[in-house]
T-cell receptor
Framework: DAGVTQSPTHLIKTRGQQVTLRCSPK?????VSWYQQALGQGPQFIFQYYEEEERQRGNFPDRFSGHQFPNYSSELNVNALLLGDSALYLC??????????????FGQGTRLTVV | AQSVSQHNHHVILSEAASLELGCNYS??????LFWYVQYPGQHLQLLLKYFSGDPLVKGIKGFEAEFIKSKFSFNLRKPSVQWSDTAEYFCAMNADDYKLSFGAGTTVTVRA
């Protein structure tokens, strides 16, 4: 049973550029959430996608956008990169109507470095 | 607003010692509570969760946590740690929405 997979694992970008990160959810899951984890901090919620729509959004600027595809995979896009966007970006998948409630399974993350 | 605070930033202890990590949350309503662990180089994994019922929950690898509603706390415990428990531990909550709110994490170093 495949877990949550993210690509790429590492990425270096220059300020002002745009980046796209990808996530495939755990088999059977229909909901994808994205989190940003800065060094020494806990993950911060960016947004969640369900049925190809953004269902909830955290306190992140519009430079952060996303998409969910019919196969439930998802992309996170960040435009006009800033140095402060350097972080580990985590994807988490879950089942919207799961019997175990809102239990999320995490991928290994994409380490983004902005120079 | 939801928030989670973890009391210790870094804990160092010897093998066989007991471990307790503090976690407090801020929210006035019903919550779901979680402890996640991140071993070096690995992804976040769920240790245990509390949704309702018995406030003492048992998780994987001998960990347990107790939900004390009056104290807004959900402390993690393990009676005897092993070197392999060296990791970062995150407390998280979920309330009347879809997101998980995480604490800043506690780094646990177990010396052999």
């Amino acid at each position: 049973d495949a877990g949550v997979t993210q690509s790429p694992t590492h990425l270096i970008k220059t300020r002002g550029q745009q980046v796209t990160l990808r996530c495939s959810p755990k088999s059977g899951h229909d909901t994808v959430s994205w989190y940003q984890q800065a060094l020494g901090q806990g993950p911060q919620f960016i947004f969640q996608y369900y049925e190809e729509e953004e269902r909830q959004r955290g306190n992140f600027p519009d430079r952060f956008s996303g998409h969910q595809f019919p196969n439930y995979s998802s992309e996170l896009n960040v435009n006009a990169l800033l140095l402060g966007d350097s972080a580990l970006y985590l994807c988490a998948s879950s089942l919207a109507q799961g019997a175990d409630g809102p239990e999320a399974f995490f991928g290994q993350g994409t380490r983004l470095t902005v120079v | 607003a939801q928030s989670v605070s973890q009391h210790n930033h870094h804990v160092i202890l010897s093998e066989a010692a007991s471990l307790e990590l503090g976690c407090n949350y801020s929210y006035g309503g019903t919550v779901n509570l979680f402890w996640y662990v991140q071993y070096p180089g690995q992804h976040l994994q769920l240790l245990l969760k509390y949704f309702s019922g018995d406030p003492l929950v048992k998780g994987i690898k001998g960990f347990e946590a107790e939900f004390i509603k009056s104290k807004f706390s959900f402390n993690l415990r393990k009676p005897s740690v092993q070197w392999s428990d060296t990791a970062e531990y995150f407390c998280a909550m979920n309330a009347d929405d879809y997101k998980l709110s995480f604490g800043a994490g506690t780094t646990v170093t177990v010396r052999a």
